[in-house]
Every structure is written in structure tokens, then in C-alpha cells.
């Protein structure tokens, strides 16, 4: 059986349209072995109206209605119709005063097939079969990526809302953050979290790869991260933790950059590991610059995993810029980076801005520099001590 049998072994609905009442039995006649459900229609109107009404399987359109009988005009107009109502519909035409150029023209407004009267029988019923085939195969396609659609949406969605949708406040502290997605879906991660005793949780993470298995171990991230802040953990004790519930739920291969700092406000202390993450920029009052490199290796790779466990003091006026590769690695049209040192120039220049401020001005900066496309998810979190 081939594949044009197995599409016809289910009952098709067809409709046919001509203006001549004989015409449309002499057809269904023809084509009464495949057992089609056949619909009759003798206008364009009707053919429109029928379309809007129900779902064919394929349509046997005559390009010559009342109003032309020759040209075939209405025919192509009709074409243009139907492609609005059902972009996917089989079409083959028919006309007793067909042309070649008649024919490709129907053809490139959308019909299949094409098919001259007077008709052989066993070559429309062929044509037919092919087109319908055809159609379906259009459909479960097109029906297939509407439900990809709907699923990468629904992950987006779930996705962001994972992110935190408001940043806590802490005495003596502003913070300003944002993650730019690539795609649909992140490998980045930043959140921010209330802890005991008036302290805060900060966090960014970045990924390897992308698409939907980065943002797989990114869910995984996040929920490790909720959980464990729960248990008031010191950063390293807490990167260590996290390591393990990566090495047991990410392919080999797929490991994180991951920054993590507890944030005391009563002696503005930031306890911090960093996981072979971009090291976060620290800006004094006095213009110079300290990176937070104190840590150890990625995550999600090293079953001994262990790290040096920083801590920076964070007077008035100091300003922490934290960042995914996202924003360093954005190129412009020359292929130059926007690189750590412009970043670490920026916050030096606007050191004395409010946090959401400084963000703003590194971000638009940024999306500037690369003509707002970035290669990589981009994440920037501004902390202030005022």
C-alpha cells in the first residue's frame, strides 16, 4: 500500500466547486471509488462560505465562474481567498480553457495541481490522492510545530517566573537586575533572596549551552537555590550542596558558573564563593576596582568539589556589578567584545549613580555597543551601598 492508499484508507472530505450542476455529478461520479465525503459548491461565494463552515481534506476549484468564463480571473482570485481562510488546503484547479501560463499562475497563488477539462479519471483521482497526501503531511506539520510553539511557550513563561518578579530591599542597600533571554529560553540565572537575621541572599549563575536542555539545569539551579536558602547555609556550604543536586540531575558535560554571596547589612559584610563565574565587579568611591574572583571551580562537573571562601566589606558609596558572559562577550559589527574592562569603565564613570540607574546605563550600553543582538543570554545585577 503507498503512502497516497494509507491517507485515503480514511473517509476524506472534498469539496468541489463549479458553476455547472453536471459538471459537479460527472465529477463526483469520477471519483466515487475513493469514497470521499464531497461537498458541492457553484460559486466563489460558496466555496468561501463553505471553507469558513468546515475543514476539507483537499478542493477541485473550476478557475471560470459566471462572471468570466475564459480568463480564469475569478478562479485566481478565489485561489487568493481560500490561501487566507486555509493556508494549508490542497487546491487543484480546473478549466476547459487552460493555458500553461493560466496554470503556473494558479499554481504560484497557491494551487497544487492542475487540471484541464475534459478530465482523465484515472489522473484526477492520482492527482487528488497526491494532493491530499501532500496536504496532510502539511498539516501534521504545521499542527506539530503550533504544539512546539505552545510547549516553548509555557516553559518561557514557567521559566520567568522562576526569576524573581521584584527585588527585595535591605537598610542601606539598593539593587537593580535583569536577564536578557537569547531565545525562548535562558541559561542564565540571577534571584535575590531574603534571609535570617535581615541578611540577603545574591545570586548569578550561567549555564553551558543553550536552548531548552541550558534552561533544564537552570530549573534545576533554581530550585536547588530556593530550597537550600532555607537552611541558612554559608555560601561555600551552599555552592557545595547545590553541586551535588547538579551532578545528580545534568547530562556530563553541562556544568554552571555560579556566584553566590550572603549580604549582611548590620556590619555590610558580603560573604561570597565564586564558582568559575565572570567575577563581579566592586567599584569604590575613589574610582578603583576589586573583582571577586575568590572561589573555586564550576559546578555540576567535580564530585570533590571545594573553594576558597571570600568576604569584601561594602562601605557607602561602593557600587557591585555582577554579569553573565552574555554582556562581556556581546560583539558589534566588527566582531569586538564589549568586554570586562568597558563594563569595569562604566560602573568606574558612573560610580556615584543610583543602582537602577547604573543598570541602566551599562545595559543600554551594552545592547548599543551590539546593535541589540545579543549571542549569548545576558544577565546584569547592580548592588548599591548608599
Known amino acids: 500500500m503507498t503512502a497516497t492508499d494509507t491517507i485515503l484508507a480514511e473517509k476524506r472530505r472534498l469539496l468541489i466547486a463549479d458553476d455547472q450542476p453536471d459538471i459537479r ?3 463526483r461520479l469520477a471519483l466515487r471509488e475513493d469514497k470521499f465525503e464531497i461537498e458541492q459548491a457553484g460559486s466563489p461565494a460558496a466555496v468561501l462560505e463553505a471553507i469558513r463552515a468546515r475543514r ?8 471560470n465562474y459566471a462572471r468570466d468564463t475564459t480568463s480564469g480571473g475569478e478562479g485566481i482570485e478565489l485561489i487568493d481567498e ?3 481562510l486555509d493556508a494549508d488546503l490542497p487546491i487543484v484547479v480546473m478549466t476547459a480553457w487552460g493555458s500553461v501560463e493560466l496554470a503556473v499562475e494558479a499554481m504560484q497563488r497557491g494551487a497544487g495541481d492542475f487540471v484541464q477539462k475534459p478530465w482523465d479519471n484515472l489522473t484526477l483521482r492520482r492527482i487528488l490522492r497526491t494532493q491530499i497526501a501532500r496536504g496532510a503531511a502539511r498539516r501534521e506539520s504545521r499542527d506539530r510545530e503550533r504544539a512546539n510553539r505552545r510547549e516553548w511557550e509555557a516553559a518561557h513563561a514557567a521559566q520567568q517566573a522562576l526569576l524573581p ?3 527585595p530591599s535591605f537598610p542601606g542597600f539598593e539593587l537593580a537586575a535583569a536577564c536578557r533571554p537569547m531565545g525562548d ?3 542564565d540565572y540571577y534571584d535575590v533572596r531574603a534571609l535570617s537575621g535581615g541578611r540577603a541572599l545574591i545570586c548569578i549563575g550561567d549555564v553551558a549551552g543553550k536552548g531548552a536542555a541550558a534552561a533544564l539545569v537552570m530549573a534545576n539551579l533554581q ?3 530556593k530550597a537550600l536558602a532555607e537552611e541558612d547555609l554559608s555560601p561555600m556550604e551552599l555552592c557545595r550542596r547545590v553541586n551535588r543536586v547538579l551532578l545528580g540531575n545534568c547530562e556530563e558535560g553541562r556544568f554552571v558558573t555560579f556566584f553566590c ?3 549582611d547589612p548590620s556590619n555590610r559584610s558580603l ?4 564558582a568559575g563565574h565572570n567575577p563581579p565587579l566592586v567599584v569604590k568611591p575613589n574610582g578603583s576596582l576589586l573583582r571577586l574572583g575568590d572561589g573555586g571551580p564550576v559546578l555540576g562537573e567535580f564530585e570533590d568539589w571545594s573553594a576558597a571562601q571570600g568576604e569584601v566589606r561594602l562601605d557607602s558609596g561602593d557600587r557591585v556589578v555582577l554579569y553573565t558572559d552574555g554582556i562581556t562577550e556581546a560583539a558589534n559589527a566588527d566582531g569586538d567584545e564589549f568586554g570586562a574592562e568597558r563594563l569595569g569603565a562604566l560602573a568606574c564613570a558612573f560610580r556615584k549613580e543610583s543602582a537602577a540607574d547604573l543598570h541602566t546605563r551599562m545595559l543600554s550600553d551594552a545592547v548599543r555597543f551590539c546593535g541589540g543582538t545579543f549571542a549569548d543570554d545576558a544577565t546584569l545585577l547592580v548592588l548599591a551601598a548608599v
Open 223 to 225: 530550585a536547588a537555590v
Open 25 to 27: 455529478e460527472a465529477l
Open 56 to 63: 476539507f481534506d483537499a478542493a477541485l476549484l473550476d478557475l
Open 165 to 167: 518578579r521584584s527585588l
Open 82 to 84: 481560500v490561501r487566507r
Open 261 to 263: 554571596g550572603v549580604l
Open 271 to 274: 560573604r561570597y564563593v565564586n
Open 185 to 187: 529560553l535562558a541559561g
